[in-house]
Nanobody, 124 residues
Framework: QVQLVESGGGLVQAGSSVRLSCAAS????????MGWFRQAPGKEREFVAA????????WYAESAKGRFTISRDNAENTVYLQMNSLKPEDTAVYYC?????????????????WGQGTQVTVSS
């Protein structure tokens, strides 16, 4: 059983940067594809970014391209989401997820384990 714990969220101003972290335990982190998703109030959970098992492949939602960077440290069992140039529309609860396979995946159904989420609020 994989446990995921996100951290790094908070209240920030538009244009600023935040780095989210997701610490994994209880599984073989280095073999899992990892993803970040977000859910705004009244909206469905949506894909943000994903990374394959080695970190050599990444994929981003259009809204994240050029502003967000996903990375991972397999020695530390941690995946990161660096978010720059934040906008009020980035306000959401951000979730880390671990897939059963090692590829990068964009679909929610590809992920077997989820963290509890961390709130990011961007003020204008």
């Amino acid at each position: 059983q994989v446990q995921l714990v996100e951290s790094g969220g908070g209240l920030v101003q538009a244009g600023s940067s935040v780095r989210l972290s997701c610490a994994a335990s209880g599984g073989t982190f280095s073999s899992n594809g990892m993803g970040w998703f977000r859910q705004a109030p009244g909206k469905e959970r949506e894909f943000v970014a994903a990374i394959n098992w080695s970190g050599s492949r990444t994929w981003y939602a259009e809204s994240a391209k050029g502003r967000f960077t996903i990375s991972r440290d397999n020695a530390e069992n941690t995946v990161y989401l660096q978010m720059n140039s934040l906008k009020p529309e980035d306000t959401a609860v951000y979730y880390c997820a671990a897939a059963g396979g090692g590829y990068y995946y964009t679909a929610l159904r590809s992920y077997d384990y989820w963290g509890q989420g961390t709130q990011v609020t961007v003020s204008s």
